[in-house]
Structure formats: structure tokens, C-alpha cells
């Protein structure tokens, strides 16, 4: 649980940064991360437009560059954009000015107020110096649709088991988690609006 869903702890003394958006409305918030991705990004949109729903991506500054057609789609089709680094780095093992200097260039192509740091770890200078540019956005639920050791089942009862009003939920438009990707999504969806939830865009 402490992966797929970040402790009360964690929140109250690690980052503050947007976890959860507003509890007492039955809402959720999808967001994707490390895109855009020939093949997986465009497939993904499809899903969303299917469903009639918009979501946020978090995408790799060097991926932006390889795939400027797939970041194309994405903004054309109403969904909102967040920086994730250029080469999608741990902040913990990078000097804070190499960091926040990735982040600035990876903002010279995606034009953006929201940052998610990648595997969401940051040191204490590099948080305070983004977070003055950048509105900081983690998660409520990871599905784990990354990891080898789930399959597409684990990773939609990952999203039946933790999502709640408020939630951000990550899924991840990446060749990792394409093979359950394309099961795990449209269910997650479909039960997520059998339980009366309503999908937002971050504010």
C-alpha cells in the first residue's frame, strides 16, 4: 500500500505538493506519465476520447523532442501537460543545480506550470527552488501498470482497491506498461464511472 497509495505521513512531512483534489467531491483525476510515445501516446488518446474524458500528462522533456508529432496530439486534443524532467531524472542522485537545470530545459518545449518529479523523490533544495515556478503534483494512486511483477488484473484491482473522491491516479503511457495498459485503462475507467465518478482535469 505504501506504493500504490503514499502515507498520511508522508504527505504531512515529506513534500507539500498536491496529493489528493478536494475529498468531498466524487471526482478523480487521471494523469500519465513518461510520454509521449509513438504507438503507445496516440493509442492512449484514443481510450480517453472513447470514454469522453481528459486527462493530464507528465511527459520526458527528450521525448517531447524525438515525438513532436505525439505531443502535438495531446495538446490538440484538450488535455493538459506537465513537465517530467528531460531525461526523467532521481533527483536524489543528481546535484540539485544539474536537476533544476533538466527541468528548465525540458520546460523550454513543454511550457508548463505543473512539475512532477520522476519515481517522486526530490532533495530539499531542489523542492524549494521548484516549487516557487512550479506547482508540484504527486499522486493518490499509483496503478504500478509499470511493474513486471503485476499483471493487467493486479494493476486494475491496484485501482478498484485504492481510488477514492479526490484521487490523482497515475497510469503511465510508456512501452513498460503497454501490455496491461490497454486492458487495465478502459476497465479502470469503466468501473470508476459505474461508481459514479466523475474524471477532472488538475486545476
Known amino acids: 500500500m505504501f506504493i500504490e497509495q503514499p502515507s498520511g505521513f508522508l ?23 513518461d510520454g509521449p510515445i509513438p504507438d503507445i501516446t496516440p493509442r492512449v488518446l484514443e481510450v480517453l476520447d472513447h470514454y469522453g474524458i481528459k486527462a493530464t500528462f507528465f511527459m520526458v522533456g527528450d521525448n517531447v523532442r524525438k515525438h513532436p508529432k505525439e505531443f502535438e496530439m495531446v495538446k490538440a486534443a484538450g488535455h493538459r501537460i ?36 520522476p519515481h517522486g523523490w526530490l532533495r530539499n533544495r531542489q523542492y524549494h527552488f521548484l516549487k516557487r515556478h512550479y506547482k508540484l503534483v504527486m499522486w493518490d494512486l499509483v496503478t504500478r501498470d509499470y511493474s513486471k511483477r503485476l499483471n493487467a488484473d493486479e494493476v486494475f484491482e491496484n485501482v478498484k ?41 488538475i486545476p
Open 161 to 201: 482497491r485504492y481510488a477514492r473522491p479526490g484521487s490523482i491516479i497515475t497510469f503511465h503511457d510508456s512501452l513498460r506498461s503497454a501490455d496491461k495498459l490497454w486492458s487495465a485503462l478502459p476497465r479502470s475507467i469503466e468501473w470508476l464511472q459505474k461508481e459514479g465518478y466523475e474524471f477532472k482535469l
Open 82 to 117: 506537465g513537465n517530467h524532467t528531460f531525461n526523467h531524472l532521481n533527483g536524489l542522485v543528481v546535484r540539485s543545480k544539474d536537476y533544476v537545470a533538466n527541468v528548465h530545459k525540458a520546460d523550454a518545449l513543454i511550457h508548463s506550470d505543473l512539475f512532477r518529479p
Open 11 to 33: 504527505r504531512l512531512f515529506g513534500l507539500k505538493a498536491l496529493w489528493r483534489i478536494k475529498p468531498e467531491e466524487r471526482a478523480v483525476y487521471l494523469t500519465f506519465d
